[in-house]
């Protein structure tokens, strides 16, 4: 487990805007700590440099774990995960018009990653609506 300095670990935050960078949860209203990914992971050459960290929330932290791809659910084909700093969000996500909260894979960069950190895990999509009603995440309802 790596540990970085609270500077670092602010200048990951600020770029993100204090929001995961995978799922979109904001820090606010949160008591859990957010880690620091590593989006190629240590184990397979990834560095601490900062174009290599990702600010995440502990869920999709979690179940990244040491991934970088996942299954389109759609195709079987195996793609890389969404990629912070390659990647641009609103290509690869949106959030879902019939069911608030869920978030839908634009391409199989998205979907992949949905499924692989289970970001629609059902209390992860509670969560996100009740922070959506008390304003804190904005976009999610519309
Ligand atoms: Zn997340």
New binding site residues.
């Given amino acids: 487990m790596s540990t970085f300095s609270e500077v670092r670990r602010a200048e990951v935050a600020r770029r993100a805007s204090h929001r ?1 960078e ?4 904001p820090t606010q209203g949160q008591v859990a700590t957010f880690p620091i990914d590593h989006i190629l992971p240590r184990r397979i050459g990834g560095t601490n440099e900062f174009e290599n960290l990702a600010f ?2 502990p ?3 979690a179940h990244k774990w040491t991934g970088v791809e996942g299954i389109d659910p759609n195709t079987g084909e195996t793609v890389p995960y969404f990629h912070p700093r390659r990647d641009l969000w609103f290509d690869h996500f949106q959030w879902s018009l019939e069911q608030p909260g869920e978030l839908v894979g634009r391409t199989a960069v998205g979907r992949a990653t949905i499924t692989g ?1 289970e ?1 629609n895990d059902v209390e992860m999509v509670a969560l996100r609506v009740l922070l959506a009603e008390l304003g804190l995440s904005p976009g999610i309802l519309r």
């Fill in positions: 995961c995978y799922c979109h949860l995440t929330c869920h999709c932290n950190l970001i």
